[in-house]
């Protein structure tokens, strides 16, 4: 079952986040920019979009969200949405160039479903971008001690970088690029390559067309 009633229940607070924290947001929200295919033409998908604080500002213009609440909110934004959820996307096979999932993981129930979905979603050649709180940062960490009291990580599933590496290349993917910002001591702006300092890392993967058989015989 999607994990949607503190959606539901608090949108508001979710919104209120980013309000409260504009740096940490921009932080993110540019180390995702920086991911996104060079095309402007390029159709995206975000999966679990919200209220559409990463999708409507990143140009990404479809979104999938259980939340009932949340979808309304980034519809609001001249969005399109699809009520659905991560592990059943309600599109055909081969719809879209790129797929957003951003502090979405945490809340899946099937992670592997949730990247073999995203896999048939997508163009060959098309990539996916995958934002998340590391679970071994000092952020991740805190997270995950105090997920009780939390309205939105009471029930989450934290993972770490290497883990969601080993996850989206079980799913057929090639990992392109890894980053990371929310760096302690640094600039709040800070975008490093590579994980194990940030607090917040993306990683895009690009899906790999197969090679056809060539079908020749002895």
């Not at 991560?86 to 129930?109: G, K, M, N, R, W």
């Amino acid at each position: 079952m999607p994990k949607k009633e503190p959606f539901e229940q608090y949108p508001e607070a979710y919104d209120q986040w980013f309000e409260r924290n504009p740096d940490a947001y921009k932080a993110e929200l540019e180390l995702i920019r920086g991911l996104l295919p060079d095309q402007p033409e390029a159709e995206g998908l975000e999966v679990g979009v919200g209220t559409g604080k990463f999708a409507f500002p990143l140009g990404t213009g479809t979104g999938v969200e259980p939340s009932r609440k949340m979808a309304a909110r980034a519809e609001k934004l001249g969005m399109r949405v699809v009520s659905g959820v991560a592990e059943d996307l309600p599109f055909p096979d081969a719809s879209f160039d790129y797929v957003l999932l951003v502090t979405t993981i945490c809340f899946v129930d099937d992670i592997e479903q949730t990247f073999a979905q995203a896999f048939r979603v997508l163009k060959p050649g098309g990539c996916i971008i995958v934002g998340f709180v590391d679970r071994e940062s000092e952020l991740g960490k805190h997270y995950a001690a105090n997920r009780e009291k939390s309205r939105f990580y009471k029930q989450a599933t934290f993972y770490s970088a290497p883990e969601v590496v080993t996850y989206l290349q079980k799913a057929g993917f090639a990992v392109h690029s890894i980053r990371q910002t929310l760096i302690p001591g640094a600039e709040k702006d800070a975008i490093r390559d590579g994980y194990g300092q940030g607090a917040f890392v993306g990683i895009k993967a690009v899906k790999i067309a197969k090679l056809p058989s060539s079908g020749t015989q002895d």
